[in-house]
RNA sequence: GGGCCGCUAGCUCAAUUGGCAGAGCGCCGGACUUUUAAUCCGUUGGUUCUGGGUUCGAGUCCCAGGCGGCCCA
């Protein structure tokens, strides 16, 4: 591809001459190099040698030059690696000009150069393990300028568009997207244990259904149709129980055209599981047994802070219904049997805004939203929500017009949803055709009918519990950090100007 | 979508009421054999986000736009 005509603010970013060999000639990138030890094994198992001691062991490494000091006929350097967030990833360089083969040449490496090094493990005088440089090999120039060594990146923008940076000077990152990885490992394992198998359903959806959210339209050039980038999991995998997969989950992007925010992407990871022969209780005893046992791995407790403030999330947790929660943050009892005129009132005193199709089911929910969700520290299972705005759960055993469904809350946001689900194929048409009637009424965000979700559940689904999980909004919760831009490698943003 | 705030060298940041656009780090050159944000000396580096306007004079004031952040819906 050939190089674009460049800006001349691009071209002051080349901030020195290619690295040559004492001959002058390019120097030679090797194809290929092979590290037998990271900064991390080797603090490990050197970190007791004596000040001064050499080892007597060689090892080779390889990584990114993020500090140089050289000093006359002696160089020290850091180099960092793959193998820990920050200060565990890195291990010092040591450079005597009478041993260093072309010292002048490693002296002259700059901030942000990939290199390779082999030597003797050893510790300085000063106490600093270091491997010797008893033979070296530049691996790639940065002809970019690295950010200061000091202060590093702090420009939000430039961290989420150049987050190849971002990964290297600041060690929060780069610890953040090690517990994201190793939080979705740890995820599958559980479940896997637990007899779940993982499925891959289709991303391209004819009917955009399972969630309540406007979708990402697309267009199939050789079918010459429409097709929606799915917003759930949930109608897929629940076909897949009527199948037999008892146990059945998948870690997925899910897509909703919506606005971006501290707690909005785009596109976003969901985990949702299948579970037969279960109700919405057992998913609420999976829901918090798996996070204690992900906060157990990852943070090493159950008790721990999120923005300063204390977070239990040891088990059991709360479990408490909607309309009980609304009753403590306001005092007052509002229900399903509460007259229309009374909620409609509640819902201005609380600056809810409202239509006259509204039901009750979704003043109360909106009620709960607007005034109790934000509040619950959690976390609390908020149970037992309005059959209106659940179309896909099955009717409460006990409580007239509500369904079995749960979101759990920590820290003021629900980071999952979960049912009793819906089994029965003729309720479940009327609940879709009462989307239908939604959707036409203009709301974008309602269901559509789904003939062939229906088809499936007309074969037969057993009594399911379904759970789905914001693994985005969990990450965050377990890595500490306030948005969800700083748990997404890529974040959504808009083009920079000018591209 | 609304409100508020921000955008100055590669990075982090200064610049009194409108009055010569600066520092540290990086980069480049030099000194230095135990440093670790090494230190010391000397350079280099600017479309002050963009476009208009007011003014003798705009980084600074006004208008429009771009991008980002925070709060609200």
Partial sequence: MADPPRPPSHLREEHRRTVSEPDGRARRIPYRFEPDATAADLV???????????????????GRLMLRRVQGKLAFATLQDNSGPGADGRIQLFAPAGTTPDFDGFCSLSLGDWIGVRGEVMKTRRGELSVRVDEWALLAEARRAFPDKWHGLTDTDTRYRQRYVDLWVNDDARRTFLLRSRLLSLTRR??????????????????????????????????DMDLYLRIALEL??????????????????VFRNEGLGYRWNPEFTMLELYEAYADYGDMMDL????????????????RLTYGGRPLDLTPPWRRASMTELIEERTGRRLDLTTPLDDLRQACDEF??????????????????EKTTEAELWGPVFVTDYP????????????????????????????????????????????????????KAAGDEEAMAVDDDYLRAL??????????????????????????IRDVILFPTLRPEAGS
């Fill in 458 to 483: 007309e074969y037969g689904l057993p009594p399911t519990g379904g759970l789905g999980i914001g693994i985005d909004r969990l990450v965050m919760i377990l890595a500490d950090v306030a948005t």
């Fill in 351 to 368: 600056e809810v805004p409202w239509t006259a199709g509204d039901g009750p089911g979704v003043l109360l929910l909106e009620l709960y």
């Fill in 44 to 62: 490990e198992r050197f970190g007791a040698l004596d000040d001064g001691a050499e080892s007597g062991t060689t090892a080779t490494v390889a």
């Fill in 387 to 438: 059959a209106e705005v659940s179309p896909l759960a099955r009717a409460h055993r006990e409580r007239a017009g509500y369904v079995e469904r749960f979101e759990p809350i920590i820290a003021g946001r629900e980071i999952g949803n979960a049912f009793s689900e819906l089994q029965d194929p003729v309720e479940q048409r009327a609940t879709f055709e009462a989307q239908a009637r939604r």
């Fill in 190 to 223: 559980w479940l896997e244990d637990r007899g779940f198998v993982e499925v891959e359903t289709p991303v391209f959806h004819t009917i955009a259904g399972g969630g309540h959210a406007k979708p990402f339209v697309t267009h199939h050039n050789a079918l």
């Fill in 287 to 302: 829901t918090e047994q798996l996070v204690a046992h992900l906060a157990t791995e990852l943070r090493g407790a159950t």
């Fill in 236 to 253: 897929h995998l629940k076909r897949l129980v009527v199948g037999g997969f008892e146990k059945v989950f998948e870690i997925g992007r």
